[in-house]
């Protein structure tokens, strides 16, 4: 199954040639990822507050140009990630400053895509988000992006969902507790699962609950 159906991505970017037709190719190559575009942070705001067609259903990811009126792609990352602590966010940019990709890292984001990737392989990134994995394109990826942070090397944002996982929560009640589509779920704990080696949800739950309290204790 393509981690990308039922995906929802939100694209924002000034530019309205790149950013409709980004979306629409993303459409085209993937049918079951659900894209929506606006144009500035103004926009993604008020369509994150619950505002606007599609805001009901929430977005998984959101990728932010760097350039935007009124604010940049990190002041806007910051902002929605302050509202949103649930929600990827991630930029894309085809501004030439070597220390950029390391700033979107420091600065807590989940991806940094230059803008010159083709589709096939922004799709590829957009994959490795869906599952839970940061996504720092090799052409500007910094030396230690993928370096896990927990146990059985998994990203902070699959250490969130087992910690539901292990309190016994529901795909559901992860979905809500962190803001993403209940597809979004599966396909984490579809790679928790893969990282752990656990055959089965009883399996993964027993075994987060113990690596989770050596971590604490650690």
Sequence with gaps: MDPLNGFALLLVDDHPLFRDGLAAALRHQAPGLRVQAVGSPAEAIDLLAGHGEGASE????????????????????????????????????????????????????????????????????????????????????????????????????????????????????????????PGTVKNHLNAIFTKMGAVNRTQAVMMARNALEQDAAG
């Design 58 to 181: 929430g977005f998984d990811l959101v990728l932010l140009d760097y350039r935007l009126p009124g604010m940049d792609g990190l002041r806007c990352a910051a902002l929605l990630m302050a509202q949103h602590p649930g929600m990827g966010v991630g930029l894309m940019s085809g501004v030439d400053d070597p220390t950029l990709a390391r700033r979107t890292q420091d600065a807590g984001l989940v991806a940094y895509l230059p803008k010159t990737l083709e589709v096939p392989a922004l799709l590829a990134q957009l994959r490795r988000l869906a599952e839970g994995e940061p996504s720092f394109a090799d052409a500007v990826q910094p030396p230690d992006a993928e370096q896990p942070t927990g146990p059985y090397g998994l990203t902070a944002r699959q250490i969130a969902v087992l910690r539901v996982l292990a309190s016994g929560g529901s795909n559901k009640e992860i979905a809500r507790e962190m803001g993403i589509s």
